[in-house]
């Protein structure tokens, strides 16, 4: 499986933003979709996940109620809604795919990864 992320940038505190992540290479919805983070000086944190049919999720507590994930299959698509950004939130976003292990915020349980796209929330 090939992940690309996109929709990072420079966006203002308060303000909000959207990530895609599109997968190619197999059947995308035998995968479990998480979004992580990894902000300078410090390890890569979980974000999100979805499960394979959308109607479960999940988020790190910090994100919750200001992020959305959410997924479309037919696109192999997943996206992260993000809105009411902090300064906080400032870090490059990967989006992860995890075939075997089902639902998990462990990132050493995903299969694979995309490249990574910056988000910079200026204050």
């Known amino acids: 499986v090939q992940l690309q992320a996109s929709g990072g940038g420079l966006v203002q505190a308060g303000g909000s933003r959207r990530l895609s992540c599109a997968a190619s290479?197999?059947?995308?919805?035998?995968?479990?979709m998480g979004w992580f983070r990894q902000a300078p000086g410090k390890k890569r944190e979980f974000v999100a996940t979805?499960?394979?049919?959308?109607?479960?999720?999940y988020y790190a507590d910090s994100v919750k109620g200001r992020f959305t994930i959410s997924r479309d299959n037919a696109k192999n698509t997943v996206y992260l809604q993000m809105i009411s950004l902090k300064p906080e939130d400032t870090a490059v976003y990967y989006c992860a795919a995890d075939l075997t292990t089902g639902l998990t915020i462990w990132d050493i349980s995903y299969d694979y990864w995309g490249q990574g796209t910056q988000v910079t929330v200026s204050s």
């Open positions: 979805i499960s394979w049919s959308g109607s479960t999720t």
């Open positions: 290479g197999r059947t995308f919805d035998n995968y479990v």
